[in-house]
């Protein structure tokens, strides 16, 4: 079991809070208002009313011994940066942010947390993936790299990754080879099988790569 500090109770702390709960995890949420903290009582290990920019707050409640913090302190940049120091003062190493603008992220990369997170631009660009002809039906963005699940392009039929070479041309990587008919996953997928129709490729590498490979470039 590993303890999460939440900071910030709004829509998306709420829902990251709760989830992890589900999971067995220890969950701290704080917030400076009491409704919210009141509504998120039963779903946490322990909820409290209090300021996440506040050190000494922050350490009565635990976060000290905290393996990850996540910040969700709604359009409040200053409210963010400053308990993210906070939680850097405690020694509290993964620190994970929501972000409101681009401008919101740089300066949490420079503070260097451990991730941040923009859920209204992720959340549209994900839907667009998927909706757009793009053969891709899965979709997750992590720093740097992301990983599509996308249909066996008509020219890929019968041929195996190998010949493909999908790493040598493209850098990316095949995690694994989903058949939708029988629903059996491969990992790691064998490199000489001949892909089918019916094939889905777990694909990892980056954006730039992964639009090539979806433009058909």
Not at 58 to 70: C, F, K, P, T, W
Not at 78 to 86: K, N
Not at 182 to 200: A, N, Q
């Amino acid at each position: 079991m590993k303890r999460f500090v939440i900071v910030g109770l709004g829509n998306f702390g709420s829902s990251v809070a709760e989830a992890l709960y589900r999971d067995g995890q220890d969950v701290i949420a704080l917030d400076i208002d009491e409704a919210a903290v009141d509504r998120m009582a039963p779903h946490c290990s322990r909820a409290a009313v209090g300021d996440g920019r506040d050190t000494e707050t922050l350490r009565r409640i635990g976060a000290d011994e905290a393996d990850a913090a996540v910040i969700s302190t709604g359009d409040d940049i200053t409210s963010s940066l400053l308990t993210t120091l906070s939680l850097k003062d405690l020694g509290v190493e993964e620190i994970y942010v929501k972000v409101i603008s681009h401008d919101h992220a740089r300066v949490m990369e420079r503070l260097e947390v451990t991730e941040t997170v923009f859920p209204e631009r992720d959340s549209g660009v994900d839907l667009a993936n998927r909706i757009s002809d793009r053969g891709v039906v899965n979709y997750v963005r992590m720093s740097g790299v992301s990983i599509q699940e996308m249909v066996v392009r008509d020219d890929w039929v019968g041929t195996s990754l190998r010949d493909l070479k999908l790493r040598a041309e493209y850098d990316l990587s095949v995690v694994a080879v989903h058949n939708l008919d029988t629903d059996r996953v491969t990992t790691p997928p064998d490199p000489d099988e001949p892909l089918r129709k019916s094939d889905t490729l777990l694909v990892a590498g980056t954006e730039t790569a992964l639009d090539r490979v979806a433009d058909r470039e």
